[in-house]
């Protein structure tokens, strides 16, 4: 089945720990994103890339990174500097804009990071 | 710059009844696009409409309807007969035309429960 995976699905994190969240895609897509969501709030983008080796900082980038070497894989790691990172964090892809711009974005499950 | 407001942050109805959710987007281009997405309680955004500013159709899909007034800026959402399975969040996003990044701005979600 084409789709979007992430893992885990759950995350305890002790404070001031590094931690790696997985976004895998196999729709071919090229472009990815990485979202936080807050309870009762939308969405806020992190990061995002376009193309492989590729990606440029969103809204709240700081206390984030990002790396893009596949075009599959899109992974976001949290690091220490993230003063709040207990959210739900929700992976998407989409077809190039540059070919076709405005297009709708797919979205994982997401991963639900808490940390202690 | 960009905003989405979905002033409704909760509505609670019982099954069959109809429901509108209601949103109401700022932003200086002449051309856009406009998105619906559903977020049930497994966390994963579902892609349901996806409209250009050019096109001020309304547009219905079996008990969905999006109602678009460009005078006014707003892009409402209708469930008709609503079923308990209808219950999630429910994002209404806006994207700049010729967006080759797929940029969307998110509003805050408007939770919908349907009760038996």
């Known amino acids: 089945d084409g789709g979007i995976t992430q893992s885990p699905k759950y995350l305890f994190r002790k404070e001031g720990q590094n931690v790696t969240l997985s976004c895998e895609q196999n729709l071919n897509h090229d472009a990815m994103y990485w979202y936080r969501q807050d309870p009762g709030q939308g969405l806020r983008l992190i990061y995002y890339s376009q193309i492989v080796n590729d990606f440029q900082k969103g809204d709240i980038a700081e206390g984030y990174s990002v790396s893009r070497e596949k075009k599959e894989s899109f992974p976001l790691t949290v690091t220490s500097a993230q003063k709040n990172p207990t959210a739900f964090y929700l992976c998407a892809s989409s077809i190039s804009g540059r070919a076709r711009p405005n297009n709708e974005q797919f979205f994982g499950p997401g991963t639900r990071l808490t940390v202690l | 710059a960009q905003k989405v407001t979905q002033a409704q942050t909760e509505i609670s109805v019982v099954e069959k009844e109809d429901v509108t959710l209601d949103c109401v987007y700022e932003?200086?281009?002449?051309?856009?696009?406009l998105f619906w997405y559903k977020q049930p309680p497994s966390g994963e955004l579902v892609f349901l409409i996806r409209r250009n500013s050019f096109d001020e159709q309304n547009e219905i899909s079996g008990r969905y309807s999006w109602n678009f007034q460009k005078s006014t800026s707003s892009f409402n959402f209708t469930i008709t007969a609503s079923q308990v399975v209808d219950s999630a969040v429910y994002f209404c996003a806006l994207s700049p035309h010729n967006n080759a990044g797929n940029m969307l701005t998110f509003g805050g979600g408007t939770r919908l429960m349907v009760k038996p």
């Open positions: 932003t200086r281009d002449t051309t856009y696009y």
